[in-house]
């Protein structure tokens, strides 16, 4: 009888753990409350983010990979296809790409979660700066060949497997809450201008030094994205057991993340929304090249357009996130940027009554395509900044880990459907249907009152407003 009531008691204190008693939610509310007055007297902006020098470091780290990653996104599909020359291996291989995120990081958060977060992404930028350089040296000395490929891209992606886990747990470390609306999107904003800029670049580089130039410098970047982060200052509780009890420990947290997703119904919604908002982008990544040629009747100077566009479009939503998120009750707010993800994800077929009228079809899909950037990032934003709040800290690596492998996985996996759903309906059909759908899911969202905020954030909200 002691043995049940003791395993009684200890399934008390983990369910409590991860739901919190009584007392304390309402503690947390009560705080939060006090501290959404208090801040709301001051008022946070862009320049309160600049004097967080440590969080300002994270930034700059993820600024430079994010110049690497901009030049590599055109670099290495250059050479994929230089190198084998076929088109099945080069889906193949950005296919390896997406494996490890999915199958693996949900594991992989687990593991992160009580070790040195900050070890581990200096250790994962080494990693993936070795391997890349590698990878153009091979290139240089005529070694490469595709399987050469295939390995490296693997193991640059289970790296980032437990990289992204770690990164996405030193926010709340570095950052206050109250900075996080404005922090995360400076941050995205400095990321896009990076982005863009890099991507100017990578033609003039490939063009006048070689491919092998902006490979090299793509490693580079993770070299000195990994210097910037050894200067890191940051407190952190590590507490991985050793042995036997460590395997036990790592399966207890992997459990307890699942089961804590279970019991947190904002946060399982948080997933499925962002897993829906993923699956809605797809028919715009993979089907744009016939949407531009056969739709639309234009070529490829379009589709840099529609390109230059949608980053925009992301950059402009990015930086206006935190002003209209806090004027905006947050149902209402998912509910008109879902509406106008739909309604741009249709429009964009609008210009197929306008065939011959090149400036016309420009305009009708660049407007469209910055729409679908600019509630997008408004969207992610929003899930972004409240998935920091929602989570509890010491579950932070195991819930994003869990969130971006769903994510993740809704993009192939709608690919895959709406490729063989193609054979059937029109490329334009395609695009107005999954909008229909699109706008039907958030009407859902808003009429069925889908719970997207705890209590504890909507008293701290309405205290603001007051």
């Known amino acids: 009888m002691q043995d049940k009531n003791t395993v009684k008691a200890a399934t008390r204190t983990e369910e409590e753990r991860r739901t919190g008693t009584e007392e304390e939610r309402q503690a947390g509310a009560e705080e939060q409350v006090a501290a959404g007055i208090e801040t709301g007297k001051t008022k946070v902006g862009y320049r309160d983010v600049l004097r967080q020098k440590e969080f300002g470091k994270l930034m700059l780290a993820s600024v430079i990979t994010r110049f690497g990653d901009s030049l590599d996104a055109i670099a290495f599909t250059w050479l994929v296809y230089q190198v084998t020359g076929s088109a099945a291996w080069s889906g193949f291989i950005f296919a390896l790409n997406r494996v490890p995120t999915i199958l693996l990081q949900p594991f992989a958060g687990a593991a992160v979660e009580r070790r040195n977060k900050k070890y581990i992404m200096v250790v994962a930028d080494v990693i993936r700066g070795i391997v890349v350089a590698l990878l153009a040296w091979s290139y240089v000395a005529g070694t490469i060949n595709p399987w050469i490929m295939a390995v490296f891209t693997l193991i640059i992606s289970t790296v980032e497997a437990f990289e992204m886990p770690a990164a996405t747990a030193m926010i709340p470390k ?263 759908f699109c706008g039907i899911i958030f009407l859902c969202v808003w009429a069925f009152r889908m719970q997207v905020e705890e209590e504890c954030l909507a008293e701290e909200k309405a205290a603001q407003n007051e």
């Open 174 to 436: 570095l950052l206050d809450a109250e900075y996080y609306e404005f922090g995360m999107s400076f941050k995205s904003v400095v990321c896009t201008v990076v982005e863009l800029i890099g991507t100017g670049l990578a033609g003039i580089i490939i063009g006048c030094f070689g491919v092998q130039a902006a490979i090299l410098i793509d490693a580079a970047t993770f070299f000195g994205a990994a210097f910037v982060e050894l200067f890191l200052k940051v407190k952190e509780t590590c507490g991985r057991k050793s042995g036997k009890d460590g395997v036990r420990q790592y399966i207890t947290d992997l459990k307890d993340g699942f089961l804590y997703m279970k019991d947190r119904r904002v946060v399982r919604n948080f997933c499925l929304l962002a897993l829906f908002i993923n699956a809605m982008l797809v028919p715009v990544n993979s089907f744009q090249s016939p949407l531009v040629s056969d739709v639309l009747g234009e070529g490829s100077g379009l589709l840099s357009a529609m390109g230059i566009a949608l980053v925009l479009g992301s950059g402009v939503g990015s930086f206006l996130f935190p002003y209209l998120s806090e004027k905006i009750n947050i149902r209402r707010f998912i509910l008109i940027n879902g509406l106008l993800l739909a309604f741009s994800e249709g429009f964009i077929t609008a210009g197929s009554h306008f065939k011959g009228q090149t400036m016309t079809v420009y305009a009708i899909a660049s407007l469209a395509a910055f729409g679908m950037g600019f509630t997008a990032s408004m969207l992610s934003s929003l899930f972004s900044v409240s998935f920091l709040k929602c989570v509890e800290k010491d579950y932070l690596s195991r819930e994003a880990a869990l969130l971006n492998a769903g994510a993740t996985a809704a993009m192939p996996v709608t690919s895959f459907f709406l490729s063989f759903l193609v054979k059937f309906i029109s490329v334009k059909n395609l695009f107005l249907i999954c909008s229909a």
